[in-house]
């Protein structure tokens, strides 16, 4: 598996889930689900006409998702990742397409996000007791915050040239959990395709991509939750059609330590929680991949910055701002506007 419940589930809600096989035939549409990399995976698939086997897509499904985990799970000693990281500092391996891939758009989501987004925080997350610790979240001591950034920071401990990985310090390793996520829905997608299916959706723990129509012949439609804790009712509606999204929150997994709330969301240049009022990042692009290192990099930065940089890189992105008040503020990038015109 790739991570606890706590760590990897995030926001989402497919609009009408109940009635996405009444409204179709059963033989009309295809529904799977299961558990994988710590969480569920959920899929809608409408064949249209073409015959497909539910099982062997089934088969398809679990031999993508089982690919994704055997090369990208810090929690399978075997997996290719964690031969990554058994390296020691100097040397340089060889990664397979897949983690090049995936590295590759880490990188690219790591320059442009001011360093916000860094897959080499893992002993941040582990050391407040978000992550695969076997300790509870709580406060670390400010020189064990400093121990852990020696092993961290993307670009200082790691060089990626191609498929070729060069690692700079020892104890430096790589964390996949907000990136390979969205990539396994993107395999998960490619092997849906391969059936000549065209319209499906495609979820692993509130990350998803769809393609086409819902069984309603509509724009698949997928509510954003309230940003608030214990609260799974509807905040907002995002039309989605060849798109991934990703949605990423603070108010999930947090704790509270003398009259002060620390969340899971770690900022790699301090090593400490943020502390802005954005409580929420939706973000929406044409992988599930970057949707959901994207949306880790924009709650991490807040509305202001992050509005900044998605103006730049022309994203569509959702903020939602906790007000003193305890109500909340919504700001859209103007791509984010555009496609829910």
Not at 61 to 84: C, F, K, Q
Not at 161 to 181: C, F, M, N, Q, T
Not at 240 to 267: C, K, P, Q, W
Not at 292 to 316: K, P
Request: charged residues 20%; negative net charge; contains cysteine.
């Amino acid at each position: 598996m790739f991570a606890t419940e706590r760590f990897t589930r995030r926001t989402f809600l497919i609009l009408s889930a109940a009635a996405l096989a009444a409204c179709k035939p059963e033989d009309e549409v295809i529904k799977l689900s299961g558990a994988t990399m710590g969480t569920t995976f959920n899929i809608v698939a409408l064949p249209n006409g073409r015959r497909v086997e539910k099982a062997a897509l089934e088969a398809a499904v679990h031999s993508a998702l089982a690919d994704v985990n055997t090369e990208m799970s810090n929690w399978d000693r075997g997996s290719e990742i964690s031969r990554v990281n058994a390296a020691a500092a100097g040397q340089t391996v060889t990664l397979s397409p897949a983690l090049a891939h995936v590295m590759q758009g880490a990188t690219e989501v790591h320059r442009a996000s001011d360093g916000r987004f860094d897959v080499t925080v893992g002993p941040l997350i582990d050391l407040w007791g978000f992550g695969s610790a076997d300790t509870l979240p709580h406060v670390p001591e400010a020189r064990l915050i400093e121990a852990a950034l020696q092993t961290s920071g993307q670009e200082r401990v790691l060089t990626l040239s191609g498929d070729r990985l060069h690692k700079s310090v020892d104890g430096a390793e790589i964390y996949l959990s907000a990136i390979a996520k969205g990539h396994g829905v993107d395999r998960v997608a490619e092997a849906v395709r391969s059936f000549g299916v065209t319209d499906f959706m495609v979820e692993i723990g509130g990350d998803l991509y769809t393609s086409g129509r819902n069984p309603e012949g509509q724009p698949w439609r997928i509510g954003i939750e309230q940003p608030v804790p214990g609260d799974r009712s509807l905040y907002g509606v995002a039309d989605v059609s060849g798109l991934g999204m990703a949605t990423s929150g603070d108010y999930r997994n947090f704790f509270d330590e003398a009259d002060t709330r620390y969340s899971h969301i770690i900022d790699p240049t301090t090593g400490r929680p943020i502390t802005h009022g954005t409580v929420s990042a939706t973000v929406m692009t044409d992988n599930a991949m970057m949707a959901d290192a994207w949306a880790t990099a924009m709650l991490v930065l807040g509305r202001e910055r992050g509005l900044q940089i998605a103006e730049a890189q022309d994203l569509a992105v959702l903020f939602i701002e906790r007000q003193p008040d305890a109500g909340f503020v919504t700001t859209e990038s103007s791509r984010y506007t555009a496609l829910q015109a």
